[in-house]
């Protein structure tokens, strides 16, 4: 499908570099013990007045992570991708607002009938920002109804853009419009030789509608041992964790259009609701593993 070509073209450009860090403002020091299960917050957005003062539009900047941005409206290597070209947050208009502890981002089309919309990451090309190698993601979220939306939340390895080899992705939920009884989750190793680059995914059956209808939490556990998916807190999937996972991870999420599929009947505009996205970190924990899944 077109979005795993774009993917890889992409990720092509990530540096497989030992430099990777987060934020130290937001990163508390690691456990004293490489044997520990417990969860430490890394990255706590609720995209209300704790996390954006004022509810300012400034915590997404357009490609720098900063003092105040926590996150970035583009890929840290630029690459976009599906048939609505991601935005850069406005202080009037915009795909972005925030209201009432929410984050709305919204696709539209212009006079023209251009499509524009909005991604986050929580990372910029030096690889600033918020991640993890073990531990737990999660993101809320309610969907827009109609055919040709393509939302996701999704994780990218948290490095330098530059040259780059063997990089995980785990997409932790990707929603196609029109297929409205489901959804699919998927692990993906990209490599410059496109043979050796594999994904392995799973159909969600969920009911009609339901991810439109109403807010659900989705989420994956990370261990050395295996990547564990969760739809509103219950595992669903998992799969062994690739050892070309070698370091953090950082959240993505974006309301696409497309993906090969029609958007003539998209509705303009649609919009994705975010609630929160949460990422925790862990230790790699003991030999036979932590119990998988999100803190208690």
């Not at 909005?118 to 109609?146: Q, V, W």
């Not at 929603?175 to 496109?194: I, L, M, N, S």
């Given at each position: 499908m077109r979005r795993l070509t774009l993917r890889f073209l992409a990720v092509l450009v990530i540096s497989s570099g030992a430099l990777s860090r987060t934020l130290a403002a937001e990163t508390p020091a690691a456990a004293s013990s490489s044997s520990s299960c417990d969860l430490r917050p890394v990255l706590i957005e609720n995209f209300?007045?704790?996390?954006?003062?004022?509810?300012?539009?400034?915590?997404?900047?357009?490609?720098?992570?900063?003092?105040?941005?926590?996150?970035?409206?583009?890929?840290?290597?630029?690459?976009?991708?599906?048939?609505?070209?991601?935005?850069?947050?406005?202080?009037?208009?915009g795909p972005f607002k925030m209201h009432d502890g929410i984050l709305s981002i919204t696709a539209s089309k212009d006079g023209?009938?251009?499509?524009?919309?909005?991604?986050?990451?929580?990372?910029?090309?030096?690889?600033?920002?918020?991640?993890?190698?073990?531990?737990?993601?999660?993101?809320?979220?309610?969907?827009?109804?109609?055919?040709?939306?393509?939302?996701?939340?999704?994780?990218?390895?948290l490095k330098p853009v530059g040259t780059s080899d063997g990089n995980v992705e785990i997409d932790v939920i990707e929603?196609?419009?029109?297929?409205?009884?489901?959804?699919?989750?998927?692990?993906?190793?990209?490599?410059?030789?496109?043979h050796k680059s594999w994904g392995k995914d799973k159909e969600i059956?969920?009911?009609?509608?339901?991810?439109?209808?109403?807010?659900?939490?989705?989420?994956?556990?990370?261990?050395?041992?295996?990547?564990?998916f969760f739809l509103d807190g219950k595992e669903i999937w998992s799969q062994p964790t690739p050892p070309e996972l070698d370091g953090p991870l950082y959240p993505l999420v974006n309301l696409a259009l497309g993906s090969g599929w029609p958007i003539d009947k998209t509705p303009n505009p649609s919009t994705l609701l975010v609630d929160y996205v949460h990422v925790y970190g862990r230790e790699a924990g003991p030999p036979a593993g932590c119990p998988p899944g999100p803190p208690h």
């Open positions: 209300d007045e704790e996390t954006a003062p004022n509810r300012r539009i400034e915590t997404i900047a357009s490609v720098k992570i900063g003092p105040v941005a926590r996150w970035t409206a583009h890929t840290p290597w630029s690459g976009d991708f599906g048939d609505a070209r991601f935005t850069d947050p406005l202080p009037q208009g023209e009938g251009h499509w524009s919309s909005g991604l986050i990451a929580a990372a910029d090309s030096t690889g600033a920002g918020f991640g993890t190698r073990y531990g737990y993601f999660e993101a809320r979220m309610k969907f827009p109804p109609g055919p040709g939306t393509w939302p996701a939340f999704w994780l990218a390895a929603y196609y419009g029109q297929f409205t009884a489901g959804y699919r989750p998927a692990v993906h190793v990209w490599y410059k030789d496109e059956k969920v009911p009609d509608n339901a991810l439109v209808n109403d807010f659900h939490s989705y989420g994956v556990d990370i261990s050395p041992q295996a990547i564990v």
